[in-house]
């Protein structure tokens, strides 16, 4: 990257950062606050903590359709401050609905799309899956730094306290925004990185792309099912004061993060995606089966470091999946499609755990989840293994492009090509490739016609 792609990336995954964190901050605190809400009921302390998912999946598409119209940051300072409304909504409420009124808007500033648009904006298509993987990582810390400090910060400040942070905090994302983040040159859609409403069709009748968001839905139900009940196991099991949590989830979360690096090494290098994936799923379902049987430290602690462990493979393995399976050109918006149903997945296992707390209490809640995870595994056994190619991006000049389907066809008659799509409104060749057999100075002669 040079300088102005890595300030950019830099900057937007704080961004990222900041609001994911203004999005997890809760979770490991916010169902032993809600008891004392008025109005509360098990099942409405389910629909506020996945409240902010139902809107974030019916707009985060439509804000990024919006992007290509508007521009970029207009929409996302709109969706960061709808987020910061709906914090203070929830921070100012003494009732159950007022929470979940505000994590709806919280929800309704759905700019994930809108800020895949701006980055890939401003950084070159042959460095675009690192600034993505970087955006990535941010994501996944975010989430990793919640669990650790939200039950700190809640003895601290109260859960009303983290609401009026994340306020700030997205106020804050704004100023970055704007002072740290340079406005691009132009802006295009860009079919690797954004959703193509012309695409949106054949990723839906793609039955292997289907697997895939069926399961990053089942895996955010399950995670957020299963932050419905973990508090009440450690505090009502183990005995635990709510400041004191951080403490069972930061061992387990550095540990299951170093086991999880070598299973994600065997998966992508040893070419071993499917086996590693479906055990990732079989190791979600036996986690919830043991916290559904846990009595003491050992199997509560055994249980999560499961968990978690099989919940950063498979956050690592399903973008990989997606972008391998996906058509060479259609990967943004299979990737919408995917994101769309991740925020689903929060709400349906945030109602979903709400529900089964009220009628089961916190065991038929992890029996769910392993349930839920079982049936994931027997979908995903008919996966059809995916093919470990790369994927790269090559300029052509357009006044070059005189016969797109001749020059697709002797691109693909070379060594290594799998799949060839050239975007003629884009100037863009998009292509899957084995990186071991392509001879990248061929490819550039068919492109210049030599």
């Keep these: 990257m040079n300088a ?15 609001r994911m964190l203004g999005l997890f901050l809760i979770l490991p605190v916010f169902a032993l606050y809600a008891e004392h ?60 609905w007022g929470v979940i009124i505000g994590r709806a808007l919280q929800g309704a500033g759905a700019i994930a ?14 460095v675009r899956t690192k600034a993505t993987a970087m955006i990535g990582m941010s994501i996944g810390m975010s989430f990793t730094v919640s669990l650790i400090l939200g ?51 054949a990723a839906l009748r793609n039955i292997e792309l289907l697997r895939l968001d069926v399961g990053i839905l089942i895996l955010h139900s399950i995670m957020t099912a299963m932050f419905i009940a ?29 086991l999880m690096v070598p ?3 065997i998966a992508e290098k040893k070419e071993k995606m499917k086996p590693v994936f479906l055990t990732g799923i079989a190791l979600i379902a036996l986690s919830a089966l043991v916290l559904s049987m846990a009595h003491g430290w050992v199997t509560v602690i055994a249980g999560l470091l499961i968990f978690f462990i099989a919940y950063n493979v498979l956050e690592a393995t399903l973008p990989s999946l997606v972008s391998r399976i996906a058509p060479v050109d259609g990967k943004g918006t299979a990737m919408g499609v995917y994101s769309t149903s991740q925020f689903l ?18 065991v038929g809640v992890f029996i769910a989840c392993a349930l839920f995870a079982l049936l994931w595994l027997g979908l995903a056994f008919g996966m059809a293994p995916p093919r470990m190619l790369s994927a790269m991006l ?28 050239i975007a003629a409104d884009e100037g863009v060749v998009y292509l899957r490739v084995e990186k071991s057999q392509f001879d990248q100075d061929a490819a550039k002669a068919v492109l210049e016609g030599v």
């Design 230 to 258: 973990l508090p009440f196991v450690l505090r009502d099991t183990l005995q635990l004061p709510v400041l004191h949590h951080s403490w069972v989830y930061l061992p387990t979360l550095l540990v299951a993060m170093g």
């Design 394 to 421: 090559m300029h052509v000049e357009r006044d070059k492009l005189r016969d797109v389907a001749a020059m697709e066809a002797a691109l693909l008659a070379l060594d290594g090509v799998a799949e060839v799509r």
């Design 113 to 126: 799309a809108a800020m895949m648009a701006l980055l890939a904006d401003l950084t070159r298509e042959e």
């Design 4 to 18: 102005v792609e890595r300030k950019s990336v830099i900057s937007l995954a704080g961004i990222y950062s900041l």
């Design 37 to 96: 809400l008025d109005g509360v009921t098990p099942t409405l302390i389910g629909l506020a903590l996945g409240a902010y998912g139902l809107t974030m999946a019916l707009l985060q598409i439509p804000f990024g359709m919006l992007s290509d119209r508007i521009g970029r940051k207009p929409v996302i300072a709109g969706g960061l401050m709808i987020f910061a409304v709906g914090s203070v909504v929830a921070a100012s409420s003494h009732d159950i």
């Design 345 to 362: 997945g929060a709400f349906v296992g945030g109602a979903g755990g709400g529900v089964l707390l009220a009628h089961f209490g916190v």
């Design 263 to 265: 299973l994600v090494i």
């Design 151 to 201: 039950p700190w910060l809640d003895a601290a400040i109260g859960v009303n306290g983290i609401f009026w942070l994340t306020a700030v905090l997205a106020v804050a994302a704004i100023v970055v925004l704007f002072t740290m983040i340079p406005n691009p040159s132009h802006s295009f859609v860009h079919r690797d990185a954004e959703t193509v409403p012309s695409q949106l069709g």
